[in-house]
């Protein structure tokens, strides 16, 4: 039988890596979608005619259009209440993510339940915990929104979810996140992304501005499995963005 520490630490990190680009840096802006003054442009405003493509440019812009697109590196640095299936009791945990294109790295420290480490160099990963292996951050989540436009990749229309606009995007090896934006600001408010037999969705409810980049800064995650379902409560206390990080952080060890 699995390990069931083993087990929910894969979930956990697997969360963790479907958020890694999502927070690069602290300044102001509203929790809820709310718009407060900002430094990014008004995102071309969404209707009822509006098209997946119009959608996801919309998005883009309002993530902070060529200044996300063109983020060089990103350390996150945050605190987590982590719940097991049919538990009301969290789990206190720290995490510290870095990535650098597809390099991530990944340290969380939820002592005594677990201690992780995952690296991925571009190439080869590797994991303190033998057979949890991660893709790379760049396929799942938002950092294929700054992508939607390029050769390879498609977009396509989903249902609205109340108040929500949908749209998916998908790469050409089939990699897929399906996204839902505010109407009024065109922010990313919920993103589901599969991945390993599994859904895994992220809603995020309190963004920052900084340098020109939105950033959800408060964020959940949630994930049904057969013996129930996992949740997790992510909030961001520290990011470095666009600095140089040495390929020694990425080594496999």
């Given at each position: 039988?699995?390990?069931?520490?083993?087990?929910?630490?894969?979930?956990?990190?697997?969360?963790?890596?479907?958020?890694?680009a999502?927070?690069?840096?602290?300044?102001?802006?509203?929790?809820?979608?709310?718009?407060?003054?900002?430094?990014?442009?008004?995102?071309?405003?969404?209707?009822?005619?509006?098209?997946?493509?119009?959608?996801?440019?919309?998005?883009?812009?309002?993530?902070?259009?060529?200044?996300?697109?063109?983020?060089?590196?990103?350390?996150?640095?945050?605190?987590?209440?982590?719940?097991p299936?049919?538990?009301?009791?969290?789990?206190?945990?720290?995490?510290?993510?870095?990535?650098?294109?597809?390099?991530?790295?990944?340290?969380?420290?939820?002592?005594?339940?677990?201690?992780?480490?995952?690296?991925?160099?571009?190439?080869?990963?590797?994991?303190?915990?033998?057979?949890?292996?991660?893709?790379p951050?760049?396929?799942?989540?938002?950092?294929?929104?700054?992508?939607?436009?390029?050769?390879?990749?498609?977009?396509?229309?989903?249902?609205?979810?109340?108040?929500?606009?949908?749209?998916r995007?998908?790469?050409?090896?089939?990699?897929?996140?399906?996204?839902?934006?505010?109407?009024?600001?065109?922010?990313?408010?919920?993103?589901?992304?599969?991945?390993?037999?599994?859904?895994?969705?992220?809603?995020?409810?309190?963004?920052?501005?900084?340098?020109?980049?939105?950033?959800?800064?408060?964020?959940?995650?949630?994930?049904?499995?057969?013996?129930?379902?996992?949740?997790?409560?992510?909030?961001?206390?520290?990011?470095?963005?666009?600095?140089?990080?040495?390929?020694?952080?990425?080594?496999l060890?």
């Open positions: 039988m699995e390990d069931p520490v083993k087990r929910y630490a894969t979930t956990i990190v697997l969360l963790l890596i479907s958020s890694a999502m927070a690069q840096g602290p300044e102001a802006a509203k929790s809820n979608g709310a718009a407060t003054a900002s430094a990014i442009p008004a995102p071309p405003a969404i209707t009822a005619n509006s098209t997946p493509i119009e959608l996801a440019r919309a998005a883009l812009a309002a993530q902070g259009g060529d200044k996300f697109k063109h983020l060089k590196s990103m350390m996150l640095i945050g605190s987590a209440d982590l719940y299936p049919n538990s009301a009791q969290s789990i206190p945990g720290k995490f510290v993510i870095v990535t650098a294109g597809d390099k991530v790295r990944i340290e969380i420290d939820a002592r005594p339940m677990f201690n992780f480490k995952q690296v991925y160099d571009g190439q080869q990963s590797y994991s303190s915990m033998p057979g949890v292996q991660l893709p951050a760049s396929k799942f989540g938002l950092p294929v929104l700054a992508k939607f436009d390029q050769s390879g990749y498609t977009v396509s229309a989903l249902p609205d979810k109340k108040k929500l606009r949908g749209f995007i998908v790469d050409s090896e089939g990699n897929t996140t399906d996204f839902y934006v505010d109407l009024a600001t065109a922010r990313v408010m919920q993103y589901l992304t599969p991945y390993n037999g599994h859904t895994f969705g992220t809603e995020n409810s309190k963004f920052k501005e900084v340098e020109g980049v939105l950033v959800p800064f408060s964020f959940s995650q949630r994930l049904e499995v057969p013996q129930g379902a996992f949740f997790a409560e992510y909030r961001v206390k520290e990011v470095k963005l666009n600095q140089p990080i040495g390929d020694d952080v990425f080594v060890q």
